[in-house]
Nanobody, 116 residues
């Protein structure tokens, strides 16, 4: 059974930082691409950051330079360090795991709210 459990969300002021974590089980973690999507109220879900099994990263233009995705294969965990947060970063953030064959899984999500 695949489980992706996100943590680390919360309320932060504009300009602040948060670090999200996603603990994965039931997947071949080291072989899977991992990522983070987000969905803001009234908007479509969008890719935030992505990291391949080999460690190559890709970011949405809106998060490039502010967010950093990383993975620890020894702990089956992927991280998203978010700096210089803006109000428009407010969303539910979802962890994703994609197999070599293109099958994707998502976690339940963690709320990030950026507000003063």
């Amino acid at each position: 059974q695949v489980q992706l459990v996100e943590s680390g969300g919360g309320l932060v002021q504009p300009g602040g930082s948060l670090r999200l974590s996603c603990a994965a089980s039931g997947v071949e973690f080291s072989l899977n691409a991992m990522g983070w999507d987000r969905q803001a109220p009234g908007k479509q879900r969008e890719m935030v950051a992505h990291i391949t099994s080999g460690g190559r990263t890709n970011y949405a233009n809106s998060t490039k330079g502010r967010f950093t995705i990383s993975r620890d294969n020894s702990k089956n965990t992927v991280f998203l360090q978010m700096n210089s947060l803006k109000a428009e970063d407010t969303a539910v953030y979802y962890c994703t795991s994609t197999t070599y064959y293109g099958r994707s899984f998502w976690g339940q999500g963690t709320q990030v709210t950026v507000s003063s």
